[in-house]
């Protein structure tokens, strides 16, 4: 009586955790998810310049969350100005690729928010002198990737911060780019998410110089489909199972983004 008791509870317990992270029918049948990404965001998602091999902590993340699923991830490679459409198409099931949620993307997509980060102005490190605050940016060019939320989330700062000196923002194609142009002295300051600034300086050691604090709060999501709530609240639970067995913790210790964790995962808290 008792083994059929156990048997009871054990098989209770294992139906209770299937149905807590269940799958759509259509996902679970092909056994895999197809994600999006674009390799080029260290230390998010990057290719090894050894290996050629796709890595980074969105890149480990997403091999967790697949396990944790029991599906395979079959990433797939695209630019930053499809990922909405792929969404909207279903050419793709998620997004996992340092994908800022913003609540103007709700309409297409709803977030899975695993990670929190904000801009961070930076300047080189042999200018340090020059800029002991923020605020001495102002009257400054500052350079940030124009296809983000940074040109006007330094324009409000700048607004609140420096008068009638405003910072000059200088429109970039990418962070990459706004650190070239720091490099060659075109602009006097750049602005990057914070969650890549410390992976950067280790690669350029004695090279930058962060000044102040992020200037604003965003969060990192998985987007999925608006309509795929089964998907969003299986990928929810996954991220908090990640998170619950040290998985997580373990990932941004690897990838020096400790800073930017989440106690626990979020849906659409996205401004």
């Not at 679970?28 to 290719?47: H, T, W």
């Not at 699923?69 to 909207?88: C, N, R």
């Not at 949620?101 to 042999?126: C, K, M, T």
């Not at 940074?150 to 911060?161: G, L, T, V, Y």
């Amino acid at each position: 009586m008792k083994r059929l008791l156990f048997a009871a509870a054990l098989f209770g317990a294992v139906t209770v955790s299937a149905l807590a992270i269940e799958l759509p029918a259509d996902i679970a049948k092909r056994g895999s998810l197809k994600v999006a990404l674009v390799p080029n965001y260290p230390p998010m998602e990057f290719r090894d310049p050894a290996t050629n091999a796709l890595t980074g902590f969105d890149v480990e993340l997403g091999e967790a969350i697949g396990r944790k699923l029991g599906v395979k991830i079959e990433w797939q490679e695209t630019s930053f100005a499809e990922f909405m459409p792929s969404i909207s198409t279903g050419r793709v099931d998620a997004i996992l690729s340092g994908f800022t949620d913003y609540a103007s993307r709700h309409e297409i997509a709803s977030f899975v928010d695993y990670l929190r980060s904000g801009p961070q102005f930076f300047v080189q490190q042999s200018r340090k002198a020059e800029f002991k605050d923020a605020t001495a940016l102002c009257g400054k060019k500052v350079g940030a990737s124009r296809r983000t939320m940074f040109p006007a989330q330094i324009a409000a700062w700048s607004e609140k911060n420096c008068g009638s000196n405003p910072i000059q923002f200088v429109g970039t194609d990418g962070s990459a780019d706004a650190r070239t142009q720091l490099r060659q002295g075109r602009i006097d300051a750049a602005a990057q998410g914070n969650e890549t600034l410390p992976y950067i300086m280790d690669l350029e050691p004695g090279t930058y110089v962060p000044v102040g604090e992020p200037i604003a709060q965003q969060f990192t999501g998985i987007a999925l489909p608006v309509k795929e709530k089964a998907l969003q609240q299986a990928m929810l639970e996954a991220v908090d199972a990640l998170i619950a067995d040290g998985t997580y913790k373990t990932l941004l210790a690897k990838w020096k983004l400790t800073d930017n964790g989440l106690e626990k995962a979020t849906i659409n808290a996205g401004q």
